[in-house]
């Protein structure tokens, strides 16, 4: 077996797993599971039509590069979401098996073990785990930028030391971010370019929440690199439609940027053997050319926070993200900081399942930026997501 595969971490829900083992949940409460971030609205019927449509796709191999018509599509969805120049479905655009699929490979493909005495790849943290497996196992050494509320929950670039930045070959940015919602200002993406630019670090920008937003549309890394008048250089973003379109099970998504990138990430994926399927491509191309569902999604997670924040704002200090279905809060002050003896409390006396913040973050720079917090996916149903907030602002009180 690979040796590299000792140094992965467990997954945060196989921790939680473990951590609520043999926890007793009485009162008779039927559970509410707000810990894990999988969309629980229905699946838009046009997805459905168009899959049961096009069954005749599962009689043919899939194209790697995937269809003319899916990657015009997105083409067409970028330029309008944005507001940039429509990009190249030839050579700008890669369909893949959703965002998770695609952001792990995209690091093998990328990270080129032999050109430093050991290749970084930069995290924010806390994070989404595939972000440090994927750098694992490609032969890199991840490092962490804590994502604090004094910065806004973004990373202190400038924090970074020079003989990092000149090891580093990949950055991760997550904007919206899971799990504090944050989203990237222009200035932030323009000091990102200018480090790019001077230490030739590829930024891979994760932005598989873009679309769950309450007053205004995230910006995203393609629109930043337009307004700012440079090309995609060194830039890759990925999106899905697990959360925009509520089909997680689609594994549908796609990357866009760098054309000479993805020129090599395309050769690399016609070996991995992850090809979209017909069917599920034009299922994707009717999903990605319809707004309306969309907006039907959104004003869903709105009503959410607007029943929820209020709840937990006094007990757990919570507020409204800029974006994303997540709530970041803290654990209440009698716990110490201790978010998962919280976590397990709140599953044994109130039957409501949280995760731990701590379980999204590694011990960097002297703190865990998870510890005292926990998140909260707002994703079940608006009665379900009430009436646990309820349970969890009764017991923090």
């Given at each position: 077996m690979n040796p590299l595969l000792d140094r992965l971490q467990p997954y945060p829900f196989q921790r939680l797993k473990a951590l609520l083992a043999g926890a007793e949940h009485g009162n008779g409460l039927r559970h509410i599971d707000l810990s894990i971030g999988e969309p629980k609205h229905p699946t838009p019927e046009l997805i459905k039509t168009a899959l049961q449509a096009h069954f005749g796709g599962l009689a043919q191999y899939p194209a790697t590069l995937g269809s003319a018509d899916l990657r015009g599509a997105i083409a067409d969805w970028l330029a309008q979401r944005y507001d940039i120049a429509r990009p190249d479905p030839a050579s700008d655009i890669l369909p893949v098996n959703g965002s998770r699929e695609a952001l792990f490979s995209f690091v093998q493909a990328v990270i080129n073990p032999s050109a430093c005495e050991k290749p970084i790849v930069l995290s924010p943290n806390p994070f989404y785990q595939i972000y440090e497996g994927a750098a694992l196992l490609a032969g890199a050494e991840p490092y962490y930028l804590n994502c604090l509320p004094a910065q806004r929950f973004q990373p202190d670039w400038d924090s970074v030391?020079?003989?990092?930045?000149?090891?580093?070959?990949?950055?991760f940015v997550c904007s919206p971010g899971n799990p504090t919602g944050?989203?990237?200002?222009?200035?932030?993406?323009?000091?990102?370019?200018?480090?790019?630019?001077?230490?030739?670090?590829?930024?891979?920008?994760?932005?598989?929440?873009?679309?769950?937003?309450?007053?205004?549309?995230?910006?995203?890394?393609?629109?930043?690199?337009?307004?700012?008048?440079?090309?995609?250089?060194r830039l890759v973003v990925?999106?899905?439609?697990?959360?925009?379109?509520?089909?997680?099970?689609?594994?549908?998504?796609?990357?866009?940027?760098?054309?000479?990138?993805?020129?090599?990430?395309?050769?690399?994926?016609?070996?991995?053997?992850?090809?979209?399927?017909?069917?599920?491509?034009?299922?994707?191309?009717?999903?990605?050319?319809?707004?309306?569902?969309?907006?039907?999604?959104?004003?869903?997670?709105?009503?959410k926070f607007e029943a929820v924040v209020p709840l937990l704002a006094k007990p757990l200090g919570a507020e409204w993200p800029d974006a994303a279905f997540y709530l970041w809060t803290q654990v209440p002050q009698r716990y110490a900081g201790d978010d998962a003896a919280f976590c397990r409390d709140l599953y044994q006396h109130c039957h409501v399942t949280v995760?731990?913040?701590?379980?999204?973050?590694?011990?960097?720079?002297?703190?865990?930026?998870?510890?005292?917090?926990?998140?909260?996916?707002?994703?079940?149903?608006?009665?379900?997501?009430?009436?646990?907030?309820?349970?969890?602002?009764?017991?923090?009180?």
């Amino acid at each position: 077996m690979n040796p590299l595969l000792d140094r992965l971490q467990p997954y945060p829900f196989q921790r939680l797993k473990a951590l609520l083992a043999g926890a007793e949940h009485g009162n008779g409460l039927r559970h509410i599971d707000l810990s894990i971030g999988e969309p629980k609205h229905p699946t838009p019927e046009l997805i459905k039509t168009a899959l049961q449509a096009h069954f005749g796709g599962l009689a043919q191999y899939p194209a790697t590069l995937g269809s003319a018509d899916l990657r015009g599509a997105i083409a067409d969805w970028l330029a309008q979401r944005y507001d940039i120049a429509r990009p190249d479905p030839a050579s700008d655009i890669l369909p893949v098996n959703g965002s998770r699929e695609a952001l792990f490979s995209f690091v093998q493909a990328v990270i080129n073990p032999s050109a430093c005495e050991k290749p970084i790849v930069l995290s924010p943290n806390p994070f989404y785990q595939i972000y440090e497996g994927a750098a694992l196992l490609a032969g890199a050494e991840p490092y962490y930028l804590n994502c604090l509320p004094a910065q806004r929950f973004q990373p202190d670039w400038d924090s970074v030391p020079a003989d990092i930045w000149q090891r580093t070959q990949l950055l991760f940015v997550c904007s919206p971010g899971n799990p504090t919602g944050a989203v990237m200002s222009l200035d932030d993406w323009r000091r990102l370019f200018t480090l790019s630019d001077q230490y030739g670090f590829v930024i891979a920008s994760d932005e598989c929440y873009s679309e769950i937003w309450f007053d205004t549309p995230p910006l995203g890394a393609l629109q930043a690199a337009s307004q700012l008048g440079r090309g995609y250089q060194r830039l890759v973003v990925f999106s899905s439609l697990s959360k925009r379109s509520n089909a997680p099970g689609l594994r549908s998504g796609f990357v866009a940027g760098d054309a000479d990138i993805l020129a090599g990430f395309l050769l690399y994926r016609t070996y991995h053997g992850s090809a979209m399927s017909a069917t599920v491509q034009a299922a994707s191309a009717a999903a990605w050319r319809d707004e309306q569902h969309v907006a039907v999604n959104r004003a869903e997670y709105r009503a959410k926070f607007e029943a929820v924040v209020p709840l937990l704002a006094k007990p757990l200090g919570a507020e409204w993200p800029d974006a994303a279905f997540y709530l970041w809060t803290q654990v209440p002050q009698r716990y110490a900081g201790d978010d998962a003896a919280f976590c397990r409390d709140l599953y044994q006396h109130c039957h409501v399942t949280v995760l731990p913040g701590s379980y999204l973050a590694r011990d960097a720079h002297g703190q865990n930026p998870g510890a005292g917090r926990i998140r909260l996916a707002l994703v079940a149903p608006l009665t379900d997501c009430i009436e646990g907030a309820q349970r969890i602002a009764a017991y923090a009180n």
